[in-house]
């Protein structure tokens, strides 16, 4: 039996009695529940279920914006300031129910003159499900996995590291014991290679674009400079942080090639230390411990969470050298490494004189070449 209009709102009581078991008061509080039927005026009981929890889910996010706010549901100004929320991250649960309702409540609010606008969220994410031997987490199958016991074991970096790099994030990541130990050789990795290169690192000068650099620094320099930019983009843009992940560790091994038999050269260092302290700065999002503590050893007296993101270099981004596929008649006959602002004719030319390529086209005749410029040359005979 509805309540009539002319008796709305019906006031909540002051003085309940709160639960300790956390559940509502108020079906145990009498001058709430017990009233009359406002239809034959009979004893009657109301109703104590009083606020569906969509109610609230649907639009808290507006109320975000102006938490202090006493003089109605929201404050039109700051609501305006901050809505539509920029990016909303839920489960794919939420995708019938909560994410429609919350659609409903903010054209109302709109339609109210509360919002100017007309959808709650600009992006959605939904992720995806902790799995393990094919089925979602549960007692019940005994496939639960216990965070705490993995944390105490490798360090919560690890676990997050593992967690962020197994699988994109809209995704289901598929639990495996044998991939948090590989995510905790790479951090032990990356330990190493700032500890045991402590004072080279410490007191090598900064790295300066202008200065010439041999061919193994020169890619190192620009694949650090290539890794900010791509870490950059997939965690702003994409939230990609598996292949950020991926990238770093490109980055890291990088390294410890160009350092292999290189650590007396004191010419290796500015460029390792840039690459090094890129490579700590652009991992922190995900294993901040580790990656604050490493900063610290470094030398910094500031933490590396008040550290400015690092910029890329476009000009280091710029190949020196290109590798250019050749095929004959579209099968795959060479590689050719050509300067990177190499025109057609130049490309076309080098091809030609390749001594794999020579062999080929011996007793042919060739009719045309055709150069997809930066990619491959195809040479039609």
């Not at 031997?133 to 074991?153: C, L």
């Not at 994409?238 to 160009?258: D, G, P, S, W, Y």
């Not at 050719?336 to 042919?364: H, Q, S, V, Y």
């Amino acid at each position: 039996m509805p309540v009539p209009e002319h008796d709305l709102p019906v006031v909540l009581p002051l003085d309940v009695e709160l639960l300790e078991n956390g559940g509502s008061p108020l079906p145990v509080h009498k001058p709430f529940y017990s009233t009359a039927c406002p239809k034959c005026g009979a004893d009657a009981r109301r109703e104590t279920d009083t606020m569906d929890t969509f109610v609230e889910s649907s639009w808290y996010f507006a109320r975000f914006a102006c938490p202090d706010f006493e003089g109605g549901p929201l404050d039109r100004e700051r609501a305006h300031y901050w809505m539509p929320v920029d990016q909303y991250i839920g489960g794919i649960e939420h995708a019938v129910l909560h994410l429609l309702y919350s659609r409903f409540f903010v054209k109302v609010l709109r339609d109210m003159g509360y919002l100017q606008t007309d959808e709650p969220f600009r992006n959605l994410l939904t992720q995806g499900m902790v799995i393990k031997d094919g089925f979602k987490m549960s007692k019940s199958k005994g496939n639960v996995v216990d965070p705490d016991e993995m944390i105490q074991a490798y360090g919560a970096d690890t676990v997050r590291l593992f967690c962020l790099f197994a699988s994109p994030p809209e995704k289901d990541l598929d639990w495996s014991d044998q991939g948090v130990e590989g995510s905790f050789r790479f951090l032990s990795r990356m330990w190493r290679l700032a500890s045991e290169n402590l004072d080279a690192l410490k007191s090598s000068g900064p790295c300066r674009g202008e200065t010439p650099l041999d061919k193994d620094l020169a890619q190192l320099r620009r694949k650090t400079h290539q890794t900010i930019k791509k870490v950059t983009e997939d965690i702003r843009e994409r939230f990609h942080f598996n292949t950020a992940i991926a990238a770093i560790m490109e980055l890291v091994n990088l390294i410890h090639q160009v350092l292999d038999g290189r650590t007396a050269d004191p010419t290796v260092w500015p460029v390792v230390r840039e690459a090094v302290e890129a490579a700590i700065v652009i991992s922190s999002p995900m294993v901040p411990h580790i990656c604050e503590e490493l900063w610290r050893i470094l030398g910094h007296q500031e933490l590396l969470l008040d550290t400015g993101w690092p910029k890329w270099d476009a000009q280091a981004l710029k190949a020196e050298e290109m590798l250019i596929v050749v095929q004959i008649n579209g099968k795959l006959r060479s590689k050719i490494t050509a300067p990177a602002d190499a025109t057609d004719e130049e490309l076309e030319d080098i091809a030609l004189k390749d001594f794999r390529i020579r062999d080929f086209l011996e007793g042919k005749q060739v009719r045309k070449v055709i150069v997809v410029p930066k990619k491959l040359i195809n040479i039609v005979v």
